[in-house]
């Protein structure tokens, strides 16, 4: 009875996790380029995010680039500009909805 109940333990524990290790949110998944699609408050022209694997990014506006590193944090995705900016946003399904100073509010979607 003692070798059912130890085996049966050992089995709940690998499967917790397993269960475990695939609920946790992957950087990988949000690698690619986004584009802003409402960016109400701000100037006119396709403003891009590209993401990186190796957590670098480049946040592009016309012929203007900025580079970055990023890192997720629960459903959140946290940007830092070498001149010490931070930006935040959240994760969304299909997207990226990213908070900027002043109240602005930008939606990107996954083009790429």
Request: aromatic share 10%; net charge positive; charged share 25%.
């Amino acid at each position: 009875m003692k070798f059912i109940t130890t085996n049966f333990i050992l089995i709940w524990v690998i499967g917790l996790l397993m269960t475990g290790g695939f609920g946790c949110n992957s950087k990988d998944a949000y690698i690619g380029t986004y584009q802003a699609d409402d960016s109400r408050g701000l100037p006119e022209g396709d403003i891009l995010i590209e993401l990186m694997k190796n957590g670098k990014g480049v946040w592009k506006r016309g012929d203007e680039e900025v580079p970055f590193s990023w890192y997720i944090k629960k459903d959140e995705i946290r940007i830092n500009t070498k001149d010490g900016g931070i930006m935040s946003g959240q994760l969304k399904r299909k997207g990226i909805t990213m908070n900027m100073p002043g109240d602005v509010e930008i939606t990107f979607k996954k083009i790429l």
